[in-house]
């Protein structure tokens, strides 16, 4: 029962969040949290499973699943591939390679990545500039 300036008043709130529930991903965040799970052998699982139920290696790979769809202008990633078995170890750091490239080469956000490591094949194969300290 509003009257017509209360009606379009409603209708601007109303358009600005929808541009920022668009602006945020709201409506494809379901499909990019599948995507990135299956990437990160994740699928198997179930993506609704209670996380207190997961073993270390499948909480470290949900923690990087949530650090890579975040919007960030500095992403830290301390020892995200420690507890990983060989196999799952190569398949999340070629998808994590392959997702710090796409972001960098697409995202105005992505500005610095630090990779905290004990390995020197895991900086080599994420890093354009490494740094050790001994």
Not at 34 to 46: K, N, S, T, Y
């Amino acid at each position: 029962e509003a009257g017509e300036e209360e009606m379009a008043a409603m209708m601007d709130e109303l358009g600005t969040i929808q541009d920022l529930l668009m602006a945020h991903d709201f409506y494809i965040i379901d499909s990019k949290v599948e995507e990135v799970g299956r990437a990160l052998g994740l699928a198997d699982i179930g993506l609704d499973k209670d996380v207190t139920e997961l073993s270390g290696g499948q909480r470290r790979r949900v923690a990087l699943l949530r650090a890579l769809l975040a919007p960030y202008d500095l992403l830290l990633l301390d020892e995200p591939f420690k507890g990983l078995d060989a196999q799952t170890r190569l398949q999340v750091i070629n998808y994590t390679q392959t997702a710090l490239q796409t972001a960098a080469a697409y995202s105005p956000t992505l500005k610095t990545v630090l990779l905290v490591t004990h390995s020197p094949e895991e900086a080599t194969l994420l890093a354009t500039q490494t740094l050790s300290l001994v």
